[in-house]
């Protein structure tokens, strides 16, 4: 029987390049896979998944209103389909991983998943708190803090380096806004009295990624 898995972890530890290599491992094999990643990160381009180390492939995009059970159903009717691969998985609805569940529990599909599982506040965001209580696998992919401890939090900055300890939920960025830290030292940052509130995050309609 097809499962649903939930590949999660704090920024930098290689989810883009994991689902890549595992699209490379399926399609090596003669089989055919679909993509999927979250239209409002749009910094690749548009229907695009691309990791730091410079590579990537094209990919479909989901937003809120996105149907996956019944656009990958779709596909089906067109071409054989061995797995669904999504990227950015923390931006998914609850609905839309119930949708995810059918596709595995209904249509024998393997569905990959990867994201993050906590914003820059250290709370979950809707698409990962329903993975984590749904997926039947879940798998933490390590990420390192600067003091070398696994990092499992992402610690929000401005341009000054500074912690940002309030905002909108999602705010797109890569290594110029988001840092990777162990839960000690993203605590002590935000404790040390350097958390502040950045006029680009203040805004609860910006779309983000934390």
């Known amino acids: 029987m097809a499962k649903l898995y939930f590949y999660y972890a704090a920024m930098n530890a290689g989810k883009s390049t994991t689902l890549l290599q595992a699209d490379f491992n399926y399609r090596e094999r003669g089989m055919e896979t679909m993509l999927w990643t979250a239209a409002l990160d749009d910094r690749a381009g548009a229907g695009r998944i691309s990791s730091r180390l410079d590579i990537g492939s094209d990919a479909h995009s989901f937003d809120s209103t996105t149907d996956l059970f019944e656009t990958v159903g779709a596909e089906l009717n067109r071409r054989r389909l061995n797995c669904v691969l999504v990227d950015e998985a923390q931006f998914l609805t609850e609905e839309q991983v119930h949708q995810l569940c059918r596709l595995a529990d209904e249509l024998d599909l393997p569905v990959l998943c990867y994201g993050l599982r906590t914003d820059f506040q250290g709370a979950l965001f809707p698409g990962s708190a329903a993975l984590l209580a749904l997926a039947d696998a879940l798998v933490e992919l390590k990420a390192v ?21 309030q905002g909108a939920q999602t705010e797109i960025g890569g290594n110029d806004r988001y840092v990777a830290m162990c839960r000690r030292h993203f605590f002590a940052r935000l404790r040390a009295g350097d958390g502040t509130q950045s006029s680009s995050s203040s805004s609860s309609s910006s779309n983000a990624r934390a």
């Open 145 to 165: 803090c600067e003091c070398g401890r696994k990092a499992t939090m992402n610690l929000r900055v401005d341009s000054e380096g500074r912690a940002v300890a």
